[in-house]
C-alpha cells in the first residue's frame, strides 16, 4: 500500500466551492477588503468614468483593493499586481476572480493620485478612535529613496562648461548663420536636453576628451546654444547636475553614494508608531521640513501632538523660530555652528553662548563685562538673511584676550548675530533640561524601525514613478500599508470599528 498522496485531477463535486472559502477568517485580506468596503470614495474624491457604451468600467472600489493588497503584500509593479489577481488566491479572492490588466491598474493611480492621500488619512483617523494615537509624542524624520533614473542620464554643469569651452574655441572665425528652435523637435521633450547622441554621459564625456571633428559648423552652433540654455537653467535652479529621465530629482547623498533620489518624510507617533504624516519633497537635506512635517500631522490628525523630536538634519534658525512662532514643542540639537561657538582650542568660558545680548544698546557683554560693538552687516548668498558682526575694540587691555580670541589675525573677539539667534538660545535651554535629554533619546526607537521596515522589510529602495506628485502618491500608498499593518493587528485580536 502507498503512503505518498498525488494529485487527484479527476475529483468532481457535488456542488461548486464557493470563492467565500478560500481564505480563512482572520486573513489580512478579508481586512483590506472591510476597510476598503468603509470607505466613502465618492467622500474622498474618486470619481466613476461615465460611459454610454462599451464594456462597463472596472470600480474604484475593486482597484483600490487591488493597490492597497499589492502595497500591504509588497507588490509594487501594476504587472505584477496583474499577475497577482489571477495567481495569488487571497488576491483572487479580493477581486472576486476579476483580473485587470496592468495598464487599467495603472490608469486608476494615474487618476487618482491626487486623491490617495485621503486613503492615508482614514487610517490615521481610524487609528485615533481605537485610541492607537496618543498625541503625546511624535517623531519626525526623512529618507532618501532612488529616482527611476539613470545617473548617467543627466547634465552636469562641470561637463557642460568643458564641452561649450571646445565648442567656442573649435568656431573660432567661423560664421553661421542663425538656426531655427530645433529645442522641441524631438518628442516634445523639454528645452534643457540635449541631442540624442549627447544624451548618454559616457557619450558627452567622449565628445569632450575626443574632440568635436564629426560635428558641422551649424551642428556646432546649435549644440552652443543649447549648452548656454541648459547651463542658465541649471544656474536659475541654483543646481550643478539634472537628471534628464527625471528632472524633478534631486542628486542627494546617501549612505553609500550619490545619485538622484527624492526625499521622503514621515512623522510617526510614539505610542503604537503610527505614521500620522506623511510627504515628499525634493529638497536635499531636510533644514526646512520641521515645520512642514508638524503642519502634515497636525493637518492629517485634526490635532497637535504635544512634542515633537528631530535629529540635528532638521536644525536651522528658521525653522526652531517659526516652530516656537505656532507654539510647536520641538526638541531637536542645535548645529554647533551656530548654537555653541566654541572654536578648537578657545576656553568654553568665552563661548558665544557666554556672551549676553543687550537689545537697548545693541552691543553684546563678555563675562569681563566689556562690550563687543556693532561692526557690520552681511547678505551672503548661500543664506536668505542677514548677519550682523559685533566685535570688541578693548581687547588690546583685556587680561583675558588670550582664552577669549585665539585666531591668528587678531583683532579681537567677534560674534555674529541673526534674526534667529534668541530662538536658538531658547531652544539650547530647552534642549539642556535632564528631563528633555532624556525623551529624545526616544526618538530613534520611534521613526527608525518604521523607516528599517519599508526599506529593509518590505525593500522599498526605489521609486517606480517620476515626478514628485507621482512618487508623493506612491509615498502614501507606501505609509497607508504600514499603518493598515499596525490596524490589522487590532483587527484580527479584538476587532475593530472601520466604520
Known amino acids: 500500500m502507498k503512503n505518498e498522496i498525488y494529485a487527484d485531477y479527476s475529483k468532481r463535486y457535488l456542488f461548486p466551492p464557493s470563492v467565500e472559502d478560500w481564505v480563512p477568517d482572520g486573513h489580512p485580506v478579508r481586512f483590506i477588503r472591510e476597510f476598503v468596503d468603509s470607505l466613502d470614495l465618492f467622500d474622498l474624491g474618486f470619481r466613476e468614468r461615465k460611459i454610454v457604451e462599451g464594456r462597463p468600467n472596472y470600480s474604484n472600489n475593486l482597484l483600490l483593493k487591488i493597490w492597497i493588497y499589492g502595497y500591504f503584500e509588497k507588490i509594487y509593479s501594476t504587472r505584477q499586481l496583474e499577475k497577482a489577481c489571477i495567481d495569488r488566491v487571497p488576491l483572487v479572492w479580493l477581486t472576486g476572480r476579476i483580473s485587470p490588466d496592468h495598464n487599467t491598474i495603472w490608469r486608476f493611480f494615474k487618476k487618482n493620485k491626487g486623491k490617495i492621500k485621503n486613503v492615508f488619512k482614514k487610517t490615521v483617523h481610524i487609528a485615533i478612535k481605537t485610541d492607537m494615537v496618543g498625541f503625546a509624542l511624535q517623531a519626525v524624520d526623512g529618507t532618501k529613496i532612488y529616482a527611476s533614473a539613470s545617473i548617467n542620464k543627466a547634465m552636469h554643469k562641470d561637463d557642460l562648461q568643458k564641452l561649450l569651452k571646445k565648442i567656442e574655441i573649435s568656431m573660432v572665425n567661423e560664421v553661421v ?4 528652435d530645433t529645442e522641441r523637435r524631438e518628442s516634445g521633450l523639454p528645452s534643457l536636453f540635449l541631442p540624442n547622441k549627447l544624451r548618454d554621459k559616457n557619450a558627452l564625456t567622449k565628445a569632450i576628451t575626443e574632440g568635436l571633428d564629426k560635428y558641422s559648423k551649424e551642428e556646432k552652433q546649435e549644440l552652443k546654444e543649447r549648452i548656454q540654455s541648459n547651463i542658465q537653467e541649471l544656474d ?3 543646481k550643478k547636475s539634472l537628471s534628464i529621465i527625471d528632472p524633478e530629482s534631486r542628486m542627494m547623498k546617501t549612505k553609500s553614494c550619490r545619485d538622484y533620489c527624492y526625499n521622503a518624510q514621515a512623522v510617526v507617533d510614539s505610542k503604537n508608531q503610527i505614521i500620522v504624516g506623511s510627504k515628499v519633497t525634493n529638497d536635499e537635506d531636510d533644514r526646512h521640513q520641521l515645520t512642514k512635517m508638524i503642519n502634515e500631522s497636525k493637518k492629517t490628525c485634526n490635532k497637535q501632538t504635544e512634542t515633537t523630536l528631530a535629529d540635528g538634519g532638521y536644525f536651522s534658525g528658521s525653522e526652531v523660530k517659526k516652530a516656537e512662532e505656532k507654539g510647536y514643542s520641538v526638541i531637536t540639537p542645535v548645529d554647533g555652528k551656530v548654537g555653541k561657538s566654541t572654536k578648537k582650542g578657545q576656553d568654553p568660558e568665552f563661548a558665544k553662548e557666554k556672551f549676553t545680548y543687550d537689545p537697548k544698546e545693541d ?4 563675562p569681563m563685562g566689556k562690550k563687543l560693538k556693532y561692526m557690520s552687516t552681511s547678505n551672503p548668498k548661500s543664506r536668505n ?6 566685535g570688541c575694540k578693548d581687547y588690546k587691555d583685556c587680561e583675558c584676550k588670550d582664552r577669549c580670541y585665539t585666531s591668528k589675525g587678531g583683532g579681537g573677539k567677534k560674534i555674529d548675530r541673526t534674526q534667529y539667534d534668541d530662538a536658538i538660545y531658547r531652544q539650547n535651554k530647552k534642549n539642556s533640561l535632564d528631563e528633555n535629554k532624556e525623551i529624545f533619546k526616544k526618538r530613534k526607537g520611534i521613526v527608525e524601525p518604521v523607516f ?14 517620476r ?3 507621482n512618487v508623493d502618491a506612491q509615498w502614501n500608498l507606501v505609509c497607508t500599508g504600514i499603518n493598515l499593518h499596525k490596524l490589522f493587528k487590532v483587527w484580527k485580536e479584538k476587532g475593530l470599528d472601520l466604520g
Open 236 to 238: 536659475e535652479k541654483k
Open 385 to 390: 538673511y542677514s548677519i550682523m558682526r559685533y
Open 467 to 469: 515626478g514628485l506628485k
Open 177 to 180: 548663420k542663425d538656426i531655427n
Open 363 to 366: 552691543v553684546f557683554i563678555c
Open 452 to 465: 528599517g521596515w519599508i526599506k529593509h522589510n518590505n525593500g522599498f529602495n526605489r521609486w517606480l514613478y
